[in-house]
């Protein structure tokens, strides 16, 4: 080969070695996945640097989502019911597309959508099995919730839960899963052997995460309208104590707890604070305040060491040292940031 041919060819492969490149990390390092409800996708966001490393399509409304323990798949709850905010008169709306419901899967080192699995009508929140292989899923619009196949694709049960059913959470025992009911201001125990519904907790208004201790042994349960946390014994299960949040328009929404279980991170909405509860007392500790416009879903670290929060209003997500709790970066994301997930 000609020096003339060869020098164009040692170019091309030293600009191969240090062009930068947008796509994420493996699929064994660390990623921020937020859902955007307005704008159809996922911002995945490198947590070293948080800068965003990529755009994801995933379908219309996507808000909850999860990632395998494995770290290869990311799924995302995807709706074709139309938004209605607060006040909004719903009859004007237009008619659902049910053809776009469903849970969207996407490999995480490609970023491409692989399929979209059946889910029920209007899936907001879910869980997973920690085997992977079953999903399960609050259907707002039906006042069910559903089990998912993800071995067949195909729906195994669906499970009456109250109506508005919002938050999924499994227990981390994997015997049962716990789904909020905003229209009936509880929480229903599913047992999965069964699949039948074995305790209802009535909590304060319009309950909408729960969150629970690694051990398994409390759950925190956070409830809007009441402006207010509810602590859980899980074992039971029952409702322990109620935990107002005094802080301005506080109107609890997500929950994160700590890797390590010691605490748990409260999204206040509208008020825009984040309330941190001690998990042995049961007892709000701190509020971090001004951390960004109405926070939503949120995530903490493996190491504990910053919590990341959906911004709805503002397009943005919010990275809080917490150990100062101060917000120390926003990132620009979609459109109404909804939720967050972090992989393994």
């Given at each position: 080969m000609t020096t003339r041919a060869v020098l164009p060819l040692l170019l091309a492969l030293c600009a191969c070695r240090t062009a930068p490149s947008s796509a994420p990390s493996p699929a064994h390092s660390p990623l921020v996945f937020v859902s955007n409800e307005d704008s159809n996708d996922v911002t995945v966001?490198?947590?070293?640097?948080?800068?965003?490393?990529?755009?994801?399509?995933?379908?219309?409304?996507?808000?909850?989502?999860?990632?395998?323990?494995?770290?290869?798949?990311?799924?995302?709850?995807?709706s074709g019911s139309p938004r209605a905010p607060?006040?909004?008169?719903?009859?004007?709306?237009?008619?659902?597309?049910?053809?776009?419901?469903?849970?969207?899967?996407?490999?995480?080192?490609?970023?491409?959508?692989?399929?979209?699995?059946?889910?029920?009508?209007?899936?907001?929140?879910?869980?997973?099995?920690?085997?992977?292989?079953?999903?399960?899923?609050?259907?707002?619009?039906?006042?069910?919730?559903?089990?998912?196949?993800?071995?067949?694709?195909?729906?195994?049960?669906?499970?009456?839960?109250?109506?508005?059913?919002?938050?999924?959470?499994?227990?981390?025992?994997?015997?049962?899963?716990?789904?909020?009911?905003?229209?009936?201001?509880?929480?229903?125990?599913?047992?999965?052997?069964?699949r039948k519904v074995t305790a209802t907790l009535k909590t304060n208004l319009?309950?909408?995460?729960?969150?629970?201790?690694?051990?398994?042994?409390?759950?925190?349960?956070?409830?809007?309208?009441?402006?207010?946390?509810?602590?859980?014994?899980?074992?039971?299960p029952a409702i322990l104590s109620e935990l107002r949040v005094e802080a301005p328009g506080a109107r609890p929404m997500g929950i994160a707890v700590a890797p390590d279980g010691r605490a748990a991170y409260v999204t206040c909405g509208r008020g825009g604070q984040v309330a941190q509860v001690d998990a042995a007392t049961g007892k709000v500790v701190r509020i971090l305040e001004k951390v960004g416009a109405r926070p939503w879903g949120a995530a903490v670290t493996a190491d504990g060491k910053k919590l990341y929060t959906a911004n709805g209003p503002s397009n943005d997500v919010s990275v809080i040292d917490l150990a100062s709790g101060q917000v120390v970066r926003r990132i620009p994301a979609g459109r109404l940031p909804w939720g967050v997930a972090i992989s393994p």
């Open positions: 966001i490198d947590p070293a640097t948080d800068q965003v490393v990529r755009t994801i399509f995933v379908g219309k409304r996507p808000r909850g989502l999860k990632v395998s323990r494995d770290g290869a798949t990311l799924y995302v709850a995807v607060p006040g909004v008169d719903e009859s004007t709306l237009p008619p659902p597309d049910r053809d776009a419901d469903g849970i969207a899967a996407v490999d995480i080192q490609s970023g491409k959508l692989l399929r979209t699995y059946e889910s029920g009508p209007d899936p907001e929140s879910f869980d997973l099995s920690a085997d992977g292989r079953w999903l399960y899923a609050s259907n707002e619009d039906a006042a069910k919730a559903t089990v998912l196949d993800l071995t067949t694709g195909k729906i195994a049960a669906t499970i009456d839960v109250g109506t508005e059913p919002e938050g999924v959470t499994l227990h981390p025992g994997g015997r049962a899963v716990w789904v909020t009911s905003e229209g009936d201001d509880a929480v229903f125990v599913v047992d999965l052997a069964s319009r309950p909408r995460a729960v969150g629970f201790t690694p051990d398994g042994h409390r759950a925190f349960i956070t409830t809007e309208a009441g402006g207010a946390v509810m602590v859980a014994d899980a074992d039971r």
